[in-house]
């Protein structure tokens, strides 16, 4: 790794992907959940407190070609979601992709058995179809595929990319008893989505409590 590829996480730039990812990875850790921009690809290291990362610990990578740009000095790998948040890069030419195991999403992932599913809710006009980016609108059916969890988060690559083409208009994939998935355009787009999702998650969690419909 040259040495030139250190300037690839130093910014002065508060919104650069090099600030900007540890900063939501502290603030996804205190909702109790625990991402990449342009040709280049910003990647967590695996196996860290996440809340805890900075610049120099993240990963690089070309998004076309997937190769390694820049490696932090210390000895961690990139994110075990690597091959899953390019396939939101590839196939849907994503900006962005969290990652997360917020309860809400495990358990709508056991309350619903392959599509989660929920309608006239105010917060689904907080997603984007996918393609369009059109504003999904309160009365819409908002479907988010569950695909079954495998032993190994790679393993898991061609069951999500199965999803993302039966689902099109999708930016979420479920993975039962383990999390989501979400996607946008920007990084803005995957931070306001991955919240009306999980908003979403809990309170079909709730309706579904009180013996409701969703
Ligand atoms: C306790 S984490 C289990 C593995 C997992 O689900 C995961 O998402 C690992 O992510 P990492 O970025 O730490 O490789
Ligand atoms: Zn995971």
């Not at 300037?7 to 992907?17: F, I, Q």
């Not at 909702?31 to 407190?49: E, K, M, N, R």
């Not at 058995?113 to 006239?120: A, C, H, M, P, Q």
Request: glycine share 4%.
């Amino acid at each position: 790794m040259s040495s030139d590829s250190q300037s690839l996480v130093r910014s002065s730039d508060p919104l650069h992907s090099a600030n900007l990812i540890p900063v939501l990875c502290r603030q996804f850790y205190q909702l109790g959940w625990v991402t990449g921009t342009g040709d280049l690809v910003y990647i967590a290291p695996s196996g860290v407190q996440k809340e805890r990362i900075e610049s120099e610990d993240l990963f690089v990578m070309d998004k076309k070609t997937m190769n390694l740009i820049h490696s932090p000095v210390s000895n961690h790998k990139p994110s075990a979601c690597t091959p899953l948040f390019f396939n939101a890069f590839t196939l849907r030419n994503a900006g962005a992709c969290i990652h997360s195991h917020s309860q809400n999403a495990v358990l709508a992932t056991m309350l619903f058995d392959k599509e989660f599913e929920i309608s006239n809710q105010e917060m689904i006009k907080g997603i984007k179809k996918d393609g369009s980016y059109l504003p999904m609108m309160y009365s819409d059916r908002l479907v988010v595929p569950i695909i079954d969890n495998t032993l190994f988060e790679q393993d898991l690559t061609s069951f999500m990319a199965d999803a993302m083409n039966s689902y099109p208009e999708t930016s979420a994939v479920l993975v039962k008893n383990h999390g989501v998935y979400v996607w946008g355009k920007t990084w803005q787009d995957a931070k306001t989505m991955a919240e009306c999702y999980d908003y979403l998650f809990e309170l079909a969690i709730k309706i579904k409590a009180h013996g409701l419909k969703v």
